[in-house]
Structures are given as C-alpha cells and as structure tokens.
C-alpha cells in the first residue's frame, strides 16, 4: 500500500539461467539495498574456487581442530595444465571458534608447524602507494606474507603476488564493495578452461581500520586469511599456473592512495626430502 499510486520497479533475478523454469511471486518486500540470496548470506569456510571436500583430524595433539581441503574445482579439475598430478591439498589449518561482536565465528589460521618451513624474514617498511603499482624488496614462488594496510582514497587496494612478465595475481580490497577478493584473471595459464580466469569474493567490511592479510603462496596457489581490527575474518583459496620466471610482489592502489603499514616474508623451503 506504501507504493500505491507511485512507480516502482520489481527485480527478479534468475539464479539459474542453464534451464527453464516457473517463478511464482506472491509476495514482496520493499528494501533499500537488493536482498541477498541464501548463497550470497552463508559465511562461507572459504569463498575461493578452490577449496574442495575440506577433511579434519581428530584427536590431533594438542586437542587441536585441523582441517585440510582438495584444492581444485570440479568445473576444471580434469583440464589443469599439471602433469602427473591434478593439484595438491590446502596447507593445513587450525580451526577454532571465537565471539567476535557477539557472534561466534570460525576462525582459521595455518598450523603453526608451518613456521618451520619458513627462511630468513625480510622486513619491508611502510610504504604509501598513490595510484600505481610499487615492486616490493621480495622475490620468490613459496613465500608467506603477513601484512597490514589501509585505506586511503583508492578505490582498490592490496598485494599482487607472482608478478613478472606481465602476470600477477591480485589479492585486494575494494572500498566500495567492501570485499577482500582475488583477482587470477592475468595470473599465468588460464586458457585451459572459459570458468577458470576471474575474480572471487568475500564480505570483510573494515570499519575504518586496517586490513590484516596473511597470505601463503606456492608454486600453484595463493592462499589469503583477511582480517579486519575487530577480528572479523574471511579466506580465499585459488590456484594459479603462474611461469616459474613471475616471483615478483608489488603492492598496488587504484583510483587514489593507500598505505602498506607492514610487511613481513619468508621464503618457504620446500617440504620434499
């Protein structure tokens, strides 16, 4: 009755375009913003592509909760440029549960016998990056990154990964959608399949503090744990098929300036005898 007599536009959106279909409405809702879809709602274990029939152990020392996944995609599992082997497992993770603003979050964060990997750690100071893309003093194909940023005006924001000769995989966040995201549209090989190249996604609204980004990279995967100042957290997982050549980390901020208030990387030796 509120829009009697006004115009007003109705938007029904079909999730489900590869088939046919009724859609029965009886009853709407007026809202300010468009309404989230079930999927869109879920607090996902993890938003990347990634990340496949994730397994956990019990009885781990320690009483601990670790969990590791198939780090592949049924759309493209079969066509992956890797030989003789389809992909790999996460690295593992240790689950627990925390209050975070009154809710109870899962919250992941690599096991700590990762740090046993790691080589001598290069310290990067803070940085203020204006619309450009700033190499950073770090170079290799393993490394882990632990670093803090913030926004300034920019639109976009973050760390590319695996850069060189015109590659990079981005790992972001996009002030205007509020979403920390990957972005393996230049990553390397991406032609082996049409749903492979492209950008995934996950809510992580900063509340004017920093972004916390702890990211495990590897020959073939990026793996990104975010967090925002009230512990608020999502992760990503992605393969990328990079050149063994693209080693290179930039930071990058588009449409105006950010900070890189932190940064610390190891290199990660190889868990190969």
């Known amino acids: ?133 700033t190499p950073l003093a770090v170079h290799g194909s393993s490394q882990e990154l632990q670093a803090d940023l913030t926004a300034g005006t920019a639109d976009r924001f973050g760390l590319d990964v695996r850069t060189g000769g015109g590659q990079r995989t981005r790992v972001g966040y996009d002030t205007a959608t509020g979403e920390v995201y990957i972005d393996r549209t230049d990553s390397g090989a991406t032609d082996f399949d049409p749903t492979f190249s492209g950008v995934q996604r996950a809510p992580l609204d900063l509340h004017g503090g920093q972004l916390t980004l702890h990211v495990l990279v590897d020959a073939s995967s990026v793996e990104v744990y975010a967090q925002n100042t009230r512990g608020e957290q999502v992760v990503l997982t992605d393969q990328v098929f990079p050149d063994p050549t693209s080693t290179g980390i930039d930071a990058f901020a588009e449409g105006g300036t950010a900070t890189l208030d932190h940064m610390q990387a190891w290199q990660l030796k190889s868990l190969w005898p």
């Open 1 to 133: 009755m509120a829009y009697k007599g006004k115009k007003a536009q109705i938007q029904i959106v079909d999730a489900n375009p590869g088939g046919w279909g009724h859609v029965l409405a009886d009853q709407f809702t007026a809202a300010d913003r468009p309404a989230l879809n079930t999927t869109q709602r879920a607090h996902w274990l993890d938003y990347g592509a990634d990340f496949y029939a994730a397994n956990t152990w019990t009885d781990a020392p320690g009483g601990r909760r670790v969990m590791i996944a198939w780090m592949n995609n049924w759309n493209y599992g079969q066509a992956i440029p890797t030989s003789p082997w389809r992909s790999a497992d996460s690295f593992p993770r240790q689950l627990s549960l925390r209050t975070v603003n009154g809710k109870v979050q899962l919250i992941q964060q690599p096991v700590r016998e990762l740090t046993a990997l790691r080589g001598a750690a290069t310290r990067l100071p803070s940085t203020r990056i204006a619309n450009t893309t």
